[in-house]
Structures are given as structure tokens and as C-alpha cells.
């Protein structure tokens, strides 16, 4: 381990010192406070919301680079010059989103570094290597941070950090060293004490950890197919935040006697994987519950060997944070076989429905829906039917009769993949796309797999993901990014003559004519809802789409959204921000009142995370990364200011 260029906070000029480092806790639903941005999603209930408005309509054309820092990383890469260019240390994309306390920019990097940055001129304070790298390339996407979390008592502080294969950090902000009372010299392995040994080849964590009270609840990120029934299970667990002691286990796979167990079969839990929580984690300050959205298990599209509905799979879970103990939980697809985990963390979110308050959570998902729910209670806000869906025709298969169908609000984007969603731009593109359409099995949303190939819609990546939804709780708006992506998938039995599986799912992507999307737009697009009435207020595509297509040429086609993936939402008091995408590389500036683009930014590297925003010194910034994945950019984090 090494620590460089360390800086006590104390020599920080004062007037960067916004904020008194002792804050009283606040409700998850005011944003981001003084100026700071404490949390991931910029509070404990990720509205990723800050009143500032020094940047505003009027000026925000005036936005201009204050700053660049470039990851400390790079120093790791370019002494192991052999290593870089075979690729071994090669991140999937710079997707992190730096926290923002007392003054301190704090921020972490694909290879596992974590670095105090000086917010007004962008200097690194002080960087700590833990040499994560050295065990291996992570499981999943590989080398990739989302960022880190951050707890006080009012006398201590700490940062946790969650990646490599697999630890659990907890460092001093001040000092950027390993607290030593925590675990063994600051950290923990998290491969051990999930019930039963795993292949830490398969087994990762990708997001922040979550702070409730005096405990951090972590979840992990797995392999998502291959050709073997046993996989490391994704339960969910809570570690004292002084000591690292273990405080409790949830387990999302239930154990004998425990609820939910009689949603699988009788065995399964010894065996079966995944049912974890990926991505974020939202938590009630007040309650003091944490949310926990678990994914789907492993592999995702086939279940003969785990026949039921399969709690707490695909399901919204609230737990008492100081215990780990159940409160509520909802289920948001019953066995599913299409890969919907719920992608992003709940929004806390505090509404006004026919005149009665409502303290809420609500859930964003790939299926285009979003379900409200009271969050004390997990009792709907609007009524959820359960409709009849399409059945499984996969030997050894047996899918639910029914999926759950929330009334309001309305869908973000549409799904299910028929001939009337097809492009028709023109005659000619109209029946190739349906030439290509034909070759694969699909229906209306939850048309299971059938063996054979098969069109998902949405896919694996959404309708939503990581990237979440933004709350202004000043309106009561939902602001919901999506793209319209879908998948196919090959259901077939398995290559491998040692596999215990009936069936090895295969998943690709493909396009329509002469690489045109296959379905009608929109491609991305942001949808503002009125969560009080749930319903939309508007919806607008981002970006211009293929409107520059040679095929599409002299068709006069309105904007359809780029098809390619989003980044994080950043909502002001008057503006929301939005990245675009791996290709289109730009940062774009909304009205929150209509969804008109007042300006955007080119940006020299792909931008796929969430921004931040604070005030330091008197003058507000954005703050965002951009850069890495297989073109080897360089990895950075970007301010903006006014002149």
C-alpha cells in the first residue's frame, strides 16, 4: 500500500470551507445540501437533486472548463508499460461520480484508487493506493468505480470503498490512510461469509456502498451466465462502520425456514446465484431502512432448475438498517427469464396524491415501468394488477402465469417486440427490417424465450439502468432517462459436455437494415412525470438519432434519440443535465419545465456517468468523468464553471 502526496485538511483555504463539518441528518427528499454533495445520488434518497441555481438558463451558455484532473491511475498504467498493452489494465469506461464534503472533493478510479481532490483548482490532496489490481481483473465489466460513500458521527469520518476481487475499504478522509480499527487494517474480504465458498472469478462489486446509522450495507455484482447451475449468491450484507464487524446477513436467496424459501425448490439455495443487488441502494435517514433493488439470478434467461417465483429475486426489499431484518418487500417480475433486474436505486421521493402526503419510494425499471410505493409500508400508492402473460415452450422450463402491471404513472418507453414496432421509414427498409424480424421468436413484454432464437425488447441494458431517475422535490417531477435497447437470445442446450444445465442462454445484440436500430423510435429520451398525479407531463428524444443515415436521406425526419446509452441525470433549481452516450460523447442542458435542449457541450472523451454539482470558493461547478473502456482514453474528471 502506499499513500502519496498527503495534505491535512487544515491547510485548505477557509473560504472552500462551505459548510460547518458537523451537519444534523436531513430527510432524503431536500437534495443535496449547502452546497455539498454528500451522497452518491446527491442524498441518502437519490433525487440527484441540488437547489444551487448560480448556473441558470440565462448563463448557462457561458459554461466554460475551470478544471481538469487527470486519474491517478495513469501512473499505475505507465509503469507497467508491458502490462498496458496487452490491455490486462484496460477499464470498461470511467463511470464514477466523486462526492463532494467540508470542502474536500472526493472521488475513486477504475484500478481501485481513492484521491482527495481540491475542489476550486482541481490539485489531488492526497491519492492511496490498496494495489487492488494485483489479484486480477474484477468480474463483469472489469476494472470500473461508480464512487464511494461517506459516514460521520460528528467526530469521526469515514469513506468505504467496495472493489477488486473483493474488499470492502474504510479510509480517513483526512489522512487518505486505511482505518486500522476497521476489519484486518482497513478492509474486509468479501468473498468470505456468504454461507458457502465461491469463484471470486464470478463474484465482484461495482457500486457504492450504502450508510444507514452506524452500519454499511454492501451488495455485489456477478457473472451472469455460464454453464454451470452453481453461482455465488447475491445476499446483501451489513458491516459496523468502526470495526467492520459483520452486523447482519440478508439472504436474497432464503435459506430453510426462512421467508420466502417456498419460492424456490427445496435445494436450491446451496446452489443457486445471483439475486443480488448490483446497483445502488437508497436510504431512509429517518426510518432508518435501506432499499434494496436485487437483480435477477444466474444464468438470467433460463430457470428449470429453480422453478418458482423466486423471492427476493426482482424485487424491491426494505430493511430495518440497524438489524437487516425484512419490513416489506415487493416482487416486480416473478421468475423472470428476461434478465429485468430493477437497474438503478430507488427514488425516496415526498408526494401529495389526492390531497393525502405520501413519504414514497419509487422504482424506475428496464420494463419502462415505475412502480410507487409508500416506502414505511410497501403498500402501492396506485393499484398493480397481475395480468396474464405469455408462457414458456423450454424443456424443463415453467414461467409464471402472471407479472405485475403498475396503472400509473404511465409507461417511459414502450416494450414488447410485434411487427407493428418495426421501422418503416420507408417501403424498401420497412420489408428488409421485417426480413430480419421474422428469423426470431417474440411477442408482447414477458414473451418468455422459446428455444431457438429470440428478440428481447426492452434487453438486458433497458428502458433504464444504473443511471437512475432525479426528483425535484420542489415540483414533485420524476425526471426518467432511457434508451430503447433489446437483445437476442439463444436458447439452446449447452456447448460444454460437463455442464449441469438443460439450457446455456446466449445473448447478442443485432441491428436492422444496413445498420439502422430494427424498431421505431424514440432511441433515448428523458420523460418528466407529475408524481403527485402520476402522470406525464413531457417526453423528448436525445439527440438527433440516424437522421443522417444515407438510407433515410431527404425524409425530413424529426430528432429520435441516439441509440446508444445514457449518462447520469443532474437536476438545479432550474436546469437538468444529461450526458449522451458512448458515441455522441456530449453533455447536454435541459428545461425542466419543457424539455427543451438550451445548450450543449462537446466532450472529448465518452461520458457514461453521473455529474455532481457544488459551490466552492463562492462560484458553483459541474463535475463529471469521462474516458476509459477499449480505446484506452484517458480517464478524467471534467469541472465546469462560469467565467
Known amino acids: 500500500m502506499k499513500t502519496r502526496s498527503i495534505m491535512n485538511r487544515a491547510r485548505i483555504p477557509f473560504q472552500i470551507l462551505f459548510v460547518s463539518i458537523v451537519s444534523l441528518p436531513v430527510t432524503a427528499q431536500q437534495g443535496a445540501v449547502e452546497g455539498e454533495w454528500r451522497s452518491y445520488g446527491g442524498d441518502a434518497g437519490h433525487s440527484k437533486y441540488s437547489p444551487l441555481d448560480q448556473i441558470n438558463a440565462d448563463n448557462v451558455q457561458r459554461l466554460q472548463l475551470a478544471w481538469t484532473w487527470s486519474s491517478v491511475d495513469e501512473e499505475v498504467r505507465n509503469a507497467n508499460s508491458i502490462i498496458r498493452e496487452r490491455g490486462s489494465f484496460r477499464s470498461y469506461a470511467y463511470e464514477v461520480t466523486p462526492l463532494m464534503v467540508n470542502g474536500v472533493l472526493y472521488t475513486t478510479t477504475s484500478l481501485g484508487q481513492i484521491a482527495a481532490i481540491d475542489p476550486v483548482s482541481g490539485e489531488t490532496l492526497w491519492s492511496f493506493d490498496p494495489v487492488l489490481y494485483v489479484d486480477g481483473r474484477p468480474a463483469v465489466h472489469g476494472f470500473m468505480t461508480r464512487g464511494l460513500a461517506y459516514w460521520t458521527d460528528g467526530e469521526k469520518e469515514r469513506l468505504f470503498y467496495a472493489g477488486g476481487r473483493t474488499y470492502l475499504l474504510s479510509i480517513d478522509p483526512v489522512t487518505g490512510r486505511p482505518d486500522p ?128 417465483d423466486n423471492l427476493f429475486a426482482n424485487s424491491l426489499v426494505a430493511l430495518n438498517g440497524a ?17 429485468y433486474d430493477p437497474p438503478a436505486a430507488p427514488n425516496l421521493i415526498d408526494i401529495v396524491v389526492d390531497g393525502n402526503p405520501i413519504k414514497a419510494v419509487a422504482q424506475i425499471t428496464k420494463q419502462g415501468f415505475t412502480f410507487v410505493f409508500d416506502r414505511a409500508t410497501g403498500e402501492p400508492v396506485w393499484p398493480i394488477e397481475e395480468r396474464p402473460v405469455p408462457q414458456s415452450t423450454v424443456p424443463g422450463e415453467r414461467t409464471s402465469a402472471t407479472q405485475p402491471f403498475p396503472s400509473k404513472p404511465p409507461l417511459f418507453l414502450t416494450h414488447g417486440a410485434t411487427e407493428e414496432d418495426v421501422i418503416d421509414f420507408t417501403p424498401e427498409i420497412h420489408a428488409e427490417a421485417l426480413e430480419i424480424f421474422r428469423q426470431y421468436n417474440s411477442g408482447p413484454l414477458y414473451t418468455p424465450p422459446a428455444p431457438g432464437d429470440n ?161 466552492a470558493g463562492g462560484k458553483q461547478y459541474i463535475v463529471f468523468a469521462v474516458g476509459g473502456g477499449v480505446s484506452g482514453e484517458e480517464e478524467r474528471l471534467m469541472a465546469l464553471a462560469l467565467p
Open 181 to 308: 480499527q476497521f476489519g484486518r487494517g482497513g478492509r474486509i474480504d468479501l468473498k468470505q461469509g456468504l454461507g458457502r465458498t465461491i469463484d471470486p472469478s464470478l463474484y465482484a462489486v461495482s457500486s457504492p456502498p450504502a450508510v444507514v446509522g452506524d452500519v454499511v450495507v454492501v451488495g455485489s455484482a456477478l457473472t451472469e451466465g455460464t454453464d454451470f447451475r452453481e453461482a455465488p449468491p447475491g445476499h446483501v450484507r451489513g458491516f459496523n462502520v468502526r470495526t467492520g464487524e459483520l452486523q447482519w446477513i440478508f439472504h436474497t436467496i432464503p435459506q430453510p425456514g426462512e421467508f420466502g424459501a417456498d419460492t424456490w425448490p427445496t435445494e436450491a439455495w446451496e446452489f443457486t446465484g445471483g439475486a443480488n443487488v448490483w446497483t445502488n441502494m437508497s436510504v431512509d435517514e429517518e426510518l432508518g431502512y435501506v432499499y434494496l433493488p436485487v437483480g435477477t439470478t444466474v444464468p438470467d434467461y433460463y430457470g428449470g432448475h429453480r422453478l418458482g
Open 323 to 339: 438489524t437487516g431484518e425484512r419490513v416489506w418487500h415487493f416482487q416486480f417480475v416473478h421468475h423472470s427469464v428476461w434478465d
Open 455 to 615: 428478440i428481447v425488447r426492452p434487453g438486458w441494458s433497458g428502458g433504464a439502468n444504473w443511471w437512475g431517475a432525479a426528483f425535484d422535490p420542489q415540483s414533485n417531477t420524476l425526471f426518467v432517462p432511457s434508451w430503447a435497447h433489446f437483445s437476442t437470445v439463444n436458447i439452446q442446450p449447452p456447448n460444454n459436455p460437463s455442464s449441469d444445465l438443460m439450457i446455456r442462454p446466449q445473448v447478442r445484440d443485432i441491428s436492422g437494415p444496413e445498420g439502422l436500430p430494427l424498431f421505431k423510435p424514440p432511441y433515448s429520451q428523458l420523460v418528466a412525470f407529475d408524481m403527485n398525479q402520476g402522470e406525464k407531463l413531457w417526453h423528448v428524444p436525445v439527440g438527433a438519432g440516424p437522421v443522417d443515415h444515407p438510407a433515410l436521406q431527404g425524409l425530413e425526419l424529426p430528432p429520435m434519440g441516439n441509440f446508444e446509452k445514457l449518462g447520469g441525470p443532474l437536476l438545479t433549481r432550474t436546469l437538468l443535465f444529461i450526458g449522451q452516450g458512448f458515441e455522441t460523447n456530449r453533455l447536454g442542458v435541459y428545461d425542466k419545465q419543457t424539455g427543451e435542449e438550451l445548450w450543449w457541450m462537446q466532450l472529448p472523451a465518452r461520458f457514461h456517468a453521473a455529474p455532481i454539482t457544488y459551490i
